[in-house]
């Protein structure tokens, strides 16, 4: 027996819909969407005869008539960040019943299911920004001068930042970050199919000044920025809730040395796609970059340095009903810059690129049991050459070197 997502409705129809996105966000791809539940799946929702009172781990108690729970039903909830869990036995409690509980997967779920999502994360989508330090916030939607409605706007001021504490090594970093962040969703699922692909698309820009006082070497310091905690954010097929949390967390990264100091601005931008495709077991990467970045003349150098830094690291995942599901990361950029004096042959050695990296990957539990996990740990890496533009003696920009 086949079951229509509503609870209360007739048993053994299949829901169709040819190119709309069939309630949740975002629209269709133009091709013929479906969902066919499996028998036993059980929605709360307001049709249902029951009432969820409260969630724990690994039970939930329900009150009204829960005589259609029984061991091996799956509870569906789309309120909160929602839960699919699988009814392994039943224990009447007064007026409410306990219900002990079990991870459930979408392939419990699923019988036949073709249906693609869009999801745009933007302030709205948005819960709390944890800022890691006094100076990093985030600006309000539309604010003056700032990006889109849709973007999230960080403005960051950290003075003196410790890089080390058992010697001087402190580092200064002023500018702001606009972010825009989507989320593809697409399932194809049952006879002798299943597949899914989840993707990130970023679209970032940056302008970010360094001071830098370091009197010895630092290996890849991480710094913290800040966490952008997600409202749930129900996807709707056919009236069956999906429901994933984005969580966000924000870095910039220091590696390298600088004998005296630093001082120069950078501005970055970078669209990217990165994703995940599961195909009956194979994986394959979905990867497209598009960067640009530059340093705002004139950059300062005093003594040598050689060093790497990036201004903000996003580091973007989804939980889909609280499992860990898609993940993927984005620099932007790493920059890469050298400077010293040489005696022999007598000059200055100069040296300065961006290079942007991501990666991506999937974990699997949330869709089927025993399925493997997939992660690419460099999926995308170009680097920016921009030597010739900003340093002497190659047709381009002054450095300041004091």
Known sequence: MQRKVRSGVALGLILTLVGCGGGGSGGGSGATEQLVLKPGVSIA???APFQVVSTAPNTVTVSGDASGLVPGTLLVSGEGAGF??????VVPQGANTLINTSQGTLDDAFQEASFKRQVTIGPEQ??????????????????PGRGRGDTLEISLTLVDFELDSNGPAKLSVSGSISIGLGFDFDVKWGAGQKYVKAAFQFSASAEASLKAALAKSIAHKKIPLGVLIGNPIPILVFGFPIVVVPTINLYAEFDGTVKVGANLTSQASVKAELGVVYNNGN??????????????????????LSFRFTPVKVDAFIAIYGIAGPYASCDLPRLELSFTQQANPAGL?????????GSTGLKMNIFGRNLLDKEYPLAISQRINFLDRFFPNNGGVDVEVK
């Open 349 to 357: 050695h100069v040296g300065a690129g961006a290079v942007f990296e």
């Open 45 to 47: 929702d307001d049709n």
């Open 283 to 304: 994986f394959d990467l979905v990867a497209d970059l598009d960067p640009s970045a530059s340093l705002v003349p004139k950059p300062n150098f005093y003594s040598s």
């Open 126 to 143: 948005i819960a709390e920004f944890v800022p890691a330090a006094p100076g990093i916030t985030m600006d309000p939607p539309n604010a």
């Open 84 to 89: 699919l869990r699988l009814v392994d036995s």
